[in-house]
Each structure stands twice: as structure tokens, then as C-alpha cells.
Nanobody, 125 residues
Framework: QLRLVESGGGLVQPGGSLRLSCTAS????????IAWFRQAPGKEREGISS????????YYGDSAKARFTISRDKAKNAVYLEMSGLKPEDTAIYYC??????????????????WGQGTQVTVSS
């Protein structure tokens, strides 16, 4: 398994923005499809967004479309999730995950075997 680390979570007011980071040590994220998931209390882990190894294809779930943007910074060995227009229902623990298969269905957590520890995002006034 690969070691991933998420950061950037926190408390934000409705309508606010956050940028989550997914970083790694000991390996290059470029070699992996990276996905962002989130899990709210009592709910299943939900696939939000993903980016393929070659950055050719990006995926956004319905909850992320038009509000979230995924990107890579190869120099910093990081993948980001820029979130704007945050809503209370976006409150969850956010995880990044990695796979070396560009053709998996990135909506499903069972397709990933490397995960970070998660970062809490709370949207509240």
C-alpha cells in the first residue's frame, strides 16, 4: 500500500471555499489515478472526483459538478481538490485514494487499496 496524506480541511461557512491537498512520500502520484472520496456520519463513502495518470480524464460526481475542481501539481507531488460554494451537506471526512489502473470505476471505494487518513471538512455558520 501507498502512504497518502490529506490536508486542508477545516471549518468554513456556507458559501465558502477550501482547497484540500493529497500528498505522498516515497512514490510519485503521477503514476496513479487519484480520487477523492468523502464520508459523512452514517453514510457510505462517496466518490467525488478523480483524475487519471495522464490527466486526460477527470470525473466529477453530481455533488461536485460546477463547484469542485481536481488538479495535479507534479512539482509538488500533490493532487488538489478545490471546493467552492460549500454547503452544510458537504460536511464529511474527505479521503484521497490511489490506484495504478486508469480504467477502474472511480466512483467506487472498493476499486482502491491505498488511502489516506482523511481530513475533516465542516460547513457551518
Amino acid at each position: 500500500q501507498l502512504r497518502l496524506v490529506e490536508s486542508g480541511g477545516g471549518l468554513v461557512q456556507p458559501g465558502g471555499s477550501l482547497r484540500l491537498s493529497c500528498t505522498a512520500s516515497g512514490f510519485t502520484l503521477d503514476a496513479y489515478l487519484i480520487a477523492w472520496f468523502r464520508q459523512a456520519p452514517g453514510k457510505e463513502r462517496e466518490g467525488i472526483s478523480s483524475i487519471t495518470r495522464s490527466d486526460i480524464k477527470e470525473y466529477y460526481g453530481d455533488s461536485a459538478k460546477a463547484r469542485f475542481t481536481i488538479s495535479r501539481d507534479k512539482a509538488k507531488n500533490a493532487v488538489y481538490l478545490e471546493m467552492s460554494g460549500l454547503k452544510p451537506e458537504d460536511t464529511a471526512i474527505y479521503y484521497c485514494a490511489a490506484t495504478d489502473d486508469d480504467y477502474v470505476d472511480a466512483r467506487h471505494a472498493f476499486n482502491f487499496d491505498s488511502w489516506g487518513q482523511g481530513t475533516q471538512v465542516t460547513v457551518s455558520s
